[in-house]
């Protein structure tokens, strides 16, 4: 379901030029749940950020469904990020002056769905946060908005869900169960791509794809 | 050097009273390096607020260094705050608008020391971050800004060092780099309190301290 053909990425500050990505090219096939592991900057985000549709490569093919990233229009890639993809942000990117379950609502108003506050209720109860959907991001630790942005990911029930270091702020419980909502959409379907640091949570992963020097490690 | 005697602290949501701290006491002593270890939202963040004179309980004492911290002006606070506590925050809090060197010079020229540029030079060095020197936070990945936090908080070689997560977005690797300077400065005469998710970070700590539903575990 996704394609990626020796893709590079760099970011240009001033005069200097930083090259992130240096030619990453893989494969993930529909259903997988795979991690994507690596030291700390070198180039995960920016890896799942392309895949999210969210950022462009400077050259390289992004294949996703059989359609070239490229040439979609920007109604078509907002569809590709509101109706098909689910993104845990690794600094979680909460609306601050709303509450846990508005936060959780907005992708299904987005995408027409019904029944918006009852989905979201659920999937926060599925992330252990029933007791704090009234909360807003400033009420929160830092482990529940870890949890809202999940949700928040995974309430549409995406195809494809980005998930960057979705467990980084959470004790081994908390995580597990965190990942065993992962693992019920991955039974369900869903191509899951988990960028992680924690072992335990990659263990819940078919694959481990690992980013060195700007590419794949072989 | 800190004792809490019998901390509450609550938050007030409306007309809804959240009581997360039900009589927390503990002593640490001098040059001590503990774990603080609990679930996601059992009160962690809330409990290193108070020790890090943050914020204040509703009731319970904090003696500090002999003091009674609810007994201490303001200026006596901002010194504690500055010169005495170095404080690594679970969401980093650095400055957008200022290098990942400006940010680690702030509490040198707080502390009115000399040669800032090349101690705040230094301690990022120590993280792994001489080469991220002139980056803003928003050109850094995760877990560049975790450790720009680190580094800023280590670098006035602090008598207490307060960390709340410091390796939640790090690898295995880097982590263990951080955890070294952590070692080294507690070698050095520092009292080291951290709150941490993952094991490897604990076992830095002589003793674990657990946070259970709002109060130390027995
Ligand atoms: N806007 C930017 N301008 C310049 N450099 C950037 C920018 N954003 C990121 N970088 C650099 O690109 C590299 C990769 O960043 P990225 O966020 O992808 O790393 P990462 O693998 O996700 O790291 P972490 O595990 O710490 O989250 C880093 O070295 C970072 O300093
Ligand atoms: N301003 C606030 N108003 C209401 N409740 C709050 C507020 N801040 C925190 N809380 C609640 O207090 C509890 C403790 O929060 P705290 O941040 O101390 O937890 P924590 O142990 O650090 O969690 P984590 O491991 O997820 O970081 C949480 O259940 C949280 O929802
Ligand atoms: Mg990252
Ligand atoms: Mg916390």
Redesign the interface.
């Known amino acids: 379901v996704v394609t990626l053909k020796n893709i590079w990425k760099s970011?240009l500050?001033g005069t200097v030029k930083l090259t992130v990505l240096k030619g990453v090219s893989l494969e993930i096939t529909r259903g997988e749940m795979v991690a994507i592991?690596?030291?700390?900057?070198s180039g995960?985000?920016t890896l799942m950020n392309i895949l999210g549709c969210l950022d462009v490569p400077d050259s390289g093919e992004y294949i996703l469904d059989g359609r070239d990233v490229a040439k979609l229009s920007d109604d078509q890639l907002a569809e590709v990020r509101n109706r098909k993809i689910g993104f845990v942000f690794?600094?979680f990117n909460l609306l601050p002056r709303m509450s846990a379950l508005e936060n959780v609502e907005v992708p299904l108003l987005y995408a027409g769905y019904h029944q918006a506050q009852e989905r979201a209720f659920h999937a926060l109860e599925k992330v252990g946060l029933a007791d704090?959907v009234?909360?807003e991001p400033g009420?929160?630790?830092?482990?529940?908005r870890?949890?809202v942005a999940i949700a928040r990911a995974l309430v549409t029930s995406p195809e494809m869900i980005l998930a960057?270091?979705p467990t980084?702020?959470?004790?081994?419980?908390?995580?597990i169960e965190v990942m065993e909502f992962f693992k019920m959409l991955n039974k369900e379907g869903a191509t899951i791509i988990v960028v992680t640091?924690d072992t335990e949570t990659a263990e819940y992963c078919s694959r481990i794809i690992k980013i060195e020097d700007g590419a794949v490690a072989l």
């Open positions: 970011y500050m592991v690596g030291k700390s900057g995960k985000s690794q600094n704090r009234k909360h009420q929160l630790s830092g482990g529940q870890q949890r960057d270091e980084g702020n959470l004790d081994t419980r908390t995580g640091h």
